[in-house]
């Protein structure tokens, strides 16, 4: 089991996710006792009786003034079994583009639903991200369940409907855990409450501390060697005059002095002579570790050039991609953006919209004219340089890419390499 935990939370607005974030960092004394005095004294000063958690969290001015949270902002904390790192994700509709971004690398989704009005529109539509996401592990906490009259009953009909939604969306039973909570007064987050008799699971902190998460968040398949390269580091010193090394993070697998290794796209092949770090060299580097390669032989590589294992495929120039849209400009056929993936950045055209997810009725409606704001469709891409990418299904990281407005530089769209939707359940789309 792995000793640290990448997890997100997600759920619509007022479900409690800043009062959540804020009792989990109560409860496992994450906080100082400065900052618990100052939250006692501003919710005093608002009438309250007890202290809002929810002040812990949300801390841009805006977010404050508004009681809502409107930016992505990532929380650390702990017990003695594991350690976490937490992105508080937005829960408004506009700011789905922050849900994606904070749960893109985690191992865990906190998913909040209001116990009052239960599965809505926008639970669906964060399920739906997460499943396209490929996320791993999904925790439904319903909250406020001390707020209805029936709660047992309330908890059992969300429980059920939302596992009808999951096995849908491609989930195994086994990786999805429900869970009644109170985040105001405390109920099930970090000790078990009296309240819910009916409920015999994990506590969340429990359930956190024990689920079985991979320690490379981006793998689900060993693809070996991944390496963007994001520099070119040539000195050109006394010390160090024929020094040529490539400095990026290791997207997948690992690498080791003597290990074979072809360039993409170029497919020249050569050998790996020393891995430098700036503590020294490594005997081995796993995902995840920013290094410098130095090659064998005197090769050209550049930015953008991916160093991997023998055996991967070959650099796509045209492919099959799904994307969620996050501008507010319709995407329509046609459209000439800019692609990143990884380290490398190049011209791309939108081919044909294959087809449009709908989230809500699990439907594809085929062959829209136009993807609007949160909208998730399969599309074809083609690109100017062809891009060493894996299918998004076998490795997360090399298998996200963005598109890029390129008169502006603004995100449009995160994307996704292959059929996202090929494990969803779809049904019949019927015409309106």
Known sequence: MSDLLRLATAGSVDDGKSTLVGRLLYDTKSVLADQIDAVTRASVDRGLDTPDLSLLVDGLRAEREQGITID?????????????????????????????????????????????????????????????????????????????????????????????????????????????????????????????????????????ESVPVDADVHGRHDVGLRFAVQYVIRPRTAEFPDYRGYAGQI??????????????????????????????????????????????????????????????????????????????????????????????????????????????????VPNPESLELNEIARISVRVAEPIAADDYKVNRRTGSFLLIDPAGGNTLAAGLVGNGLSDIELGDHVPA
């Open 72 to 208: 992505v902002a990532y929380r650390y904390f702990a017990t003695p079994k594991r350690s976490f790192v937490l992105a508080d994700t937005p829960g408004h509709v506009q700011y789905t583009r922050n849900t994606v971004s904070g749960a893109s690398t985690a191992q865990l989704v906190v998913l909040l639903v209001d116990a009052r009005k239960g599965v809505i529109e926008q639970t669906r539509k964060h399920a739906a991200v997460l499943a396209l996401l490929g996320v791993p592990k999904l925790v439904l906490a319903v909250n406020k369940i001390d707020l209805v009259e029936d709660p047992a009953q309330v908890f059992a009909d969300i429980r059920g409907e939302f596992n009808s939604l999951t096995r849908s969306l491609g989930w195994a039973p086994e990786d999805v855990q429900e869970i009644p909570v109170s985040a105001l007064h405390g109920d099930n987050v970090a000790t078990r409450s009296e309240n819910t008799p009916y409920y015999d699971g994990p506590t969340l902190i429990e359930h956190l």
């Open 251 to 364: 997207g997948a697998g690992s690498v080791r002095p003597g290990d074979e290794v072809v360039i993409l796209p170029s497919g020249i092949r050569t050998t790996v002579e020393r891995i430098d770090t700036a503590d020294g060299e490594l005997d081995v580097a796993h995902a995840g570790r920013s290094v410098t390669l130095i090659l064998a032989d005197d090769v050209d590589v550049s930015r953008g050039d991916v160093i991997a294992a023998p055996g991967a495929p070959e650099p796509i120039g045209e492919f099959e991609a799904t994307v969620c849209w996050l501008a507010e400009k319709p995407l329509r056929p046609g459209a000439r953006l800019l692609l990143k993936h990884g380290t490398r950045t190049t011209q791309a055209i939108v081919g044909a919209l294959e087809e449009r997810f709908d989230e809500q009725n699990l439907t594809s």
